[in-house]
């Protein structure tokens, strides 16, 4: 069983040995039913610093040991995930208004990560370089960087938390993770307790809840070298001018304006199931959800269609709830502001083929059709359960369209021809295409990241791990010639 308890009146995340919370506490609520589920300790700027001089402190000695060592780590942590799962899945489901498959497969995801991190230490650490003087060896070698700012969303708190604290780690690094407050368990008391156990060495993690103040706070702090954020564009690009400016390295995972693209030759059946499952899924409230479906014109009709009797088939309700398969947004500010990018939209000519209403947090799966490429639905990311349609007749104005985003995440596209797809896919400003499937696709392995408004152009998964959580240093070593 778990050993935090959420309805304790002491609700502090442990962090490192001791618990944040100078900045008082806060509730965490839950969307769904609008229940406690507990307190969280807000982490301020002294709490910050304190846990980075530790960390920084830590580090060091955690650089030093075995790949066999971090790698135990890593792999305890997941059987000490697998051990609390139930008890995880279940805060998932409570704090971030998930369905419970969706809890499951976030777990899963996070096992992955920590399973996949402790396979990064066994990668190559560095390259053998010649040198003019052949009497000299030459050598690349990667690095820890040092102390790791990560700060992550309430959307998939733990997931997409541990897709940066897992690798940081693996790769010798201490970590302090700012988790949102609204998910400060799943994506912070969560990763605290299983790395405990785990025996990582005291120091080396620390969990510090709060809001955008807290997060400031670590990308100021002196002693992170680097920082990992997933969240807004907006947010993102705060966190990049701060971080610029003092140099660091950032690596920036953020919003998602993405396109689905139906070509006239597509399988229907196939293409309205990826259409679906890409804009409900989560309520909407993924970073590579389905912002726009981009339709043929002959074929755009019967789409609709499509998207009408399953938008209508969703029952909304609590994710806690028998039969429930759309729960709520994660607050009744964000159904506003989703309602209200729908009211513009209307405004701008589309035209509402089912949904567009909300009762609390609670937003009715919506279906647009009659989307142009001015219009409210087509230009924001809507981060909510709306499918907006927008008609094309050429394969290049599909291609414009598609383009016609400052964001670059992923994209679908959906045609019996493969090849020809993929010519499509090759001039897409997107970092990762599907082709017959969904926008929403990653593992723990592959190149996770976009560019634009998407990101930086930084890469979470595998390998990639290595570029950001490590730094290159060029070493000499006179040797002795025969």
């Not at 729908?342 to 947090?361: I, L, M, N, S, Y």
């Not at 595998?462 to 070593?477: K, M, R």
């Amino acid at each position: 069983m778990a050993r935090w308890d959420l309805n304790e009146a002491d609700g502090r995340i442990y962090s490192g040995g001791w618990r944040a919370g100078g900045g008082g506490t806060q509730p965490v609520v839950s969307p769904g039913d609008g229940g406690k589920v507990g307190l969280a300790g807000i982490a301020d700027q002294h709490d910050v610093e304190r846990a980075g001089t530790r960390a920084a402190q830590a580090q060091a000695g955690w650089s030093r040991t075995s790949y066999r060592t971090r790698a135990d780590v890593l792999t305890r942590a997941a059987d000490a995930l697998r051990d609390i799962r139930a008890d995880v899945e279940d805060v998932l489901v409570r704090e971030s208004g998930s369905l419970p498959a969706k809890a499951k497969h976030e777990v899963d995801k996070a096992i992955d990560e920590l399973i996949a991190a402790s396979g990064l230490v066994t990668q190559s650490q560095g390259d053998l370089l010649p040198v003019e003087d052949p009497a000299t060896l030459g050598l690349a070698r990667r690095i820890p960087v040092g102390v790791v700012g990560v700060i992550a969303p309430w959307n998939a708190p733990l997931m997409l938390a541990m897709r940066s604290v897992a690798p940081a780690l693996a790769l010798g690094n201490a970590v302090l993770v700012k988790p949102d407050v609204k998910t400060a368990f799943s994506g912070g008391a969560v990763i605290a307790q299983i790395f405990e156990q785990a025996g990582l060495p005291d120091g080396v993690l620390h969990v510090l809840p709060g809001g955008a103040a807290t997060g400031e706070a670590v990308v100021r702090s002196p002693h992170t070298n680097a920082i990992s954020f997933t969240g807004s564009s907006a947010a993102g690009r705060r966190v990049g001018e701060i971080a610029g400016g003092l140099l660091k390295r950032v690596v920036l995972e953020l919003g998602g304006n993405n396109a689905f693209i139906v070509l006239a030759d597509a399988d229907l059946d196939r293409a309205a199931a990826g259409g679906v499952g890409g804009t409900f899924r989560h309520q909407g409230q993924i970073c590579m959800a389905t912002g726009r479906h981009l339709v043929h014109e002959s074929i755009a009709d019967e789409y609709v269609e499509r998207l009408k009797a399953a938008a209508g088939k969703l029952r909304l309700g609590d994710p806690k709830a028998p039969g429930t398969t759309l729960g709520p947004l994660i607050t009744t500010a964000q159904a506003e502001r989703v309602h209200g990018i729908v009211e513009a939209a209307v405004a701008d000519g589309a035209r509402v083929v089912h949904g567009a209403t909300h009762d609390g947090a609670f937003y009715q799966p919506t279906v647009l059709d009659g989307v142009t490429a001015d219009n409210a639905a087509f230009r924001s990311e809507i981060f909510g359960p709306v499918a907006p349609v927008t008609r094309f007749s050429t394969e290049e104005e599909a291609l414009e369209l598609a383009n016609a985003t400052e964001y670059g995440l992923s994209a679908a596209i959906h045609s019996r021809d493969v090849a020809r797809a993929l010519g499509f896919a090759s001039r897409l400003r997107a970092g990762m295409v599907a082709l017959n499937g969904q926008t929403i696709y990653d593992a723990a392995h592959i190149p996770m990241g976009g560019l634009g408004a998407s990101g930086n152009g930084g890469r979470h998964g595998g390998h990639w791990n290595l570029d950001e959580f490590t730094y290159w240093q060029w070493v000499t070593v006179p040797t002795i010639q025969p």
